[in-house]
């Protein structure tokens, strides 16, 4: 059986070094806001690009301290516009919702999946605060259009860079370090994963880095002092040496995801399934990778039966989710048609050439 993502085997690429760094943490006796979170920030702060990187709970919690801390700068407040992509997974959509703010759906190109640029200045009005891109599969979704909206108009460029951490631009630099501020997940499956919850926030801004520092910490600006209604959404010693190791592995375990991935992309040729729009080299870190096919769920049966498994991202749009019935009336074909014909295939750091290759066999033969 090939699996769609062995966590035991992607944990066993760095031993013994994980084992040795949770080791340290758990000899050390200081498990929270410690030497290996101040670590951690800065190595992954340079590692992005930016002048601050503050840990937390996890990637949704993120985002959404992202967006209250512009709330309590008074950037932003509850009923302001936030454009979100429609194709997405929920945590994007939430971290607006939970802070009062409106998520406003814009369709994905058909071809890239991501963010349609030409479909955005349309949905910019008064209330519109921010774009929140997502470079969702791991391929980056910036554009210099996006860029110059954002500019033109005085919006925030939130990323959520939760399935493409050590992606690039052309111009060489990382997602994350693109726009206001960049939320990431370090849930066990992302790129870069932890031995459980975790997350980031990203950006070259004092003050919001200051401010979702706090948030995170029950809204605590020193010892005792509570400036915020905030929460406890920490980053726990033990996670932040996991990931510190696991950083510096980075760019080599997805230059192995982007091996499986040229390895389906040149080997593919059923004319049945159709591969995304390539996007060269730096710009895609293959957190998925997506297939679109008519006869999606006879594919993912036919694999089944090979001995390979698949998953779907993501069968029902946010807004065709129970919790969002306020938008299930909206008309998002083009999201829609991929909830209904995209199939992920197997990829990580720790899948070999002869498993890609089994994979492409049944595909070709499907
Ligand atoms: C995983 C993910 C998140 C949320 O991350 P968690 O750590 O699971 O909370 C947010 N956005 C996207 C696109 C994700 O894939």
């Not at 992607?10 to 760094?21: D, S």
């Not at 340290?24 to 992954?44: H, I, K, M, P, T």
């Not at 503050?54 to 454009?83: H, K, Q, S, T």
């Not at 991501?114 to 200045?121: Q, S, W, Y």
Request: glycine share 8%.
């Amino acid at each position: 059986m090939i699996p769609f993502l062995s966590l035991k085997d992607v944990t066993a690429l760095h031993e013994p070094l994980i084992t040795e760094a949770v080791s340290r943490v758990v000899n050390s006796g200081w498990y929270l806001q410690g030497q290996e979170n101040e670590r951690f920030e800065a190595d992954y702060a340079a590692y992005i690009g930016t002048s601050h990187a503050v840990g937390c709970a996890n990637g949704l919690d993120a985002l959404i301290w992202i967006f209250r801390a512009y709330i309590e700068m008074g950037e932003m407040a509850p009923g302001d516009e936030v454009i979100v992509p429609a194709n997405t997974f929920i945590a994007t959509v939430m971290a607006i919702t939970e802070n009062g703010l409106v998520p406003v759906f814009v369709e994905p190109r058909r071809d890239t999946l991501e963010i349609d640029g030409d479909l955005i200045e349309a949905r910019i009005n008064s209330r519109t605060k921010a774009v929140c891109i997502v470079h969702l599969y791991g391929r980056n979704a910036y554009t210099e259009q996006i860029g110059r909206i954002c500019k033109e108009y005085g919006l925030k460029l939130i990323e959520d860079n939760a399935q493409a951490h050590g992606c690039r631009t052309a111009d060489g630099r990382r997602t994350g370090s693109l726009g206001d501020a960049a939320g990431h997940s370090f849930y066990p499956g992302k790129n870069l994963g932890a031995l459980g919850d975790a997350g980031a926030v990203t950006t070259n801004d004092a003050s919001l880095a200051e401010t979702v520092r706090s948030l995170a910490n029950y809204g605590s600006t020193r010892k005792y002092i509570f400036k915020y209604c905030g929460r406890n959404s920490r980053l726990d010693e033990i996670q932040a040496a996991v990931l510190d190791v696991k950083l510096s592995f980075l760019d080599e375990d997805n230059d192995r995801r982007r091996n499986i991935a040229h390895y389906y992309n040149t080997h593919i040729n059923n004319p049945a399934v159709t591969l995304p729009a390539l996007l060269p080299d730096p710009q895609n870190v293959y957190h998925l990778y997506p297939v679109l096919c008519e006869r999606r769920d006879a594919l993912a049966e036919h694999l089944k039966t090979a001995g390979i498994a698949s998953l779907i991202h993501y069968p029902v749009p946010p807004h065709k989710q129970e919790c969002y019935s306020e938008y299930s009336g909206l008309s998002l074909p083009v999201t829609e048609y991929i909830a209904a014909h995209e199939l992920s295939l197997p990829i990580g750091p720790a899948i070999s050439i002869e498993e890609a290759a089994q994979v492409v066999e049944a595909i070709n033969a499907f």
